[in-house]
């Protein structure tokens, strides 16, 4: 069975958005727990909510203030090292989209050689004044 499409926006019933926040939450949780085994990573979530005096921690309290602390220790190149800002993404989308179209002019313009070699071949002139 499909799920149904909605729109992601404020949930006005107050009933409905803390049921909601629970079962996201616990979404949340279990996803970054799959990915910390699945991948063998090391990750933590701290979510802080209006529902709750604690926020929640996963897996623990002093195991989230050791994988933050480790990650406050390194260097702000190491932190950052397979992240980009977002002039350099910026810069790399726009050279791939040049190398595409680079690409398709190149297909374009030998698909309409042979067109007009195919014509040329079937006796029409191919060549329009």
Request: net charge positive; hydrophobic share 30%.
């Amino acid at each position: 069975m499909a799920r149904k499409k909605f729109k992601l926006q404020w949930i006005m019933n107050d009933t409905a958005r803390r049921t909601t926040y629970k079962k996201r939450g616990t979404g949340l949780m279990k996803k970054v727990k799959e990915l910390s085994i699945l991948c063998g990573v090391e990750a933590c979530t701290i979510v802080y909510s209006p529902y709750d005096p604690q926020p929640e921690v996963w897996p623990s309290p002093m195991e989230a203030v050791r994988v933050v602390g480790e990650f406050k220790s390194r260097t702000e190149n190491d932190q950052t090292k397979k992240g980009l800002k977002q002039e350099n993404y910026t810069r790399q989308r726009v050279a791939k989209a040049k190398d595409q179209l680079v690409k398709q002019q190149k297909k374009n313009r030998r698909m309409e050689m042979e067109n007009l070699m195919y014509q040329w071949l079937a006796g029409g002139n191919g060549f329009q004044t």
